[in-house]
């Protein structure tokens, strides 16, 4: 099936850096979601994004949803070790409920 | 529960064996659906249901997968004749009102059923 084009794949950082991973598809959305999934468990979602150009903060997170409703970007600021995990954006259709997601990026922060 | 619960959590099924993979949605949840997790991807839609009425079963793989949700709350998704494609990880989601995500409508995923079969 279709899914978004995201990245990195995968990232190793150290605790109180900066993250960016952003995510495109050749599809419009009209909503783009952030979501983080930790090991054994279900995608809980961060941040939702209804608006093109729309800048969402959650914390530590910010989201952007990108003017040509073909991408978005999640940056997270000071990471700390528990936001370990893998982060994946979704997009959603207008009458469309299906969401599609992204592979996902895997983030390793070293304390 | 105050969250969407399945079960079994994990499940090791030998190849052509049948399976019935159970979701309790957060009560009062009217919109239900099933993704697909594969190792190392992202979920895929399978099924939505509204109350017990299954709207769109699109993303079912093949003829061996069926979902039932008869009274409009609990789900469930069965897989006859496993193969060893079938391997993944199962989410059922569920919102309060309507199919799309919105700020009034947030779709709460399960932690999933792990489905190895070998």
């Known amino acids: 099936g279709q899914q978004l084009n995201q990245s990195p794949q995968s990232m190793f950082i150290q605790e109180g850096e900066d993250v960016s991973m952003n995510c495109t598809s050749s599809?419009?959305?009209?909503?783009w979601l952030w979501y983080k999934q930790d090991p054994g468990e279900g995608p809980v979602l961060l941040i939702a994004?209804?608006?093109?150009?729309e800048l969402t903060s959650n914390g530590r997170l910010t989201a952007q949803f990108g003017i040509t409703r073909k991408d978005s970007f999640l940056n997270i600021s000071a990471s700390i070790p528990s936001d370990v995990g893998i982060y994946f954006c979704?997009?959603?259709?207008?009458?469309?409920?299906?969401?599609?997601f992204g592979k996902g990026t895997l983030l390793t922060v070293n304390p | 529960g105050a969250g969407v619960s399945q079960s079994p959590r994990y499940k090791v099924a030998k190849r052509g064996q049948d399976v019935a993979l159970r979701c309790d949605p957060i009560?009062?949840?009217?919109?239900l659906f099933w993704y697909q997790q594969a190792l190392g991807q992202g979920p895929e839609f399978l099924t939505y249901?509204?109350?017990?009425?299954?709207?769109?079963k699109s993303g079912l793989p093949s003829d061996r997968f069926f979902a039932e949700r008869p009274e409009g709350s609990v789900s469930t998704l069965k897989i006859q004749r496993t193969q060893q494609e079938d391997s993944a990880v199962y989410l059922c989601?569920?919102?309060?009102?309507?199919?799309?995500?919105?700020?009034?409508?947030?779709?709460?995923f399960g932690e999933g059923s792990w489905l190895t079969v070998v």
């Open positions: 979704a997009g959603q259709g207008g009458s469309n409920y299906k969401l599609t």
């Open positions: 249901f509204q109350n017990e009425a299954q709207l769109d």
């Open positions: 009560s009062g949840h009217v919109s």
């Open positions: 994004l209804y608006k093109a150009g």
């Open positions: 599809s419009i959305f009209n909503t």
């Open positions: 989601a569920s919102s309060l009102a309507g199919r799309v995500q919105s700020s009034g409508n947030t779709i709460y």
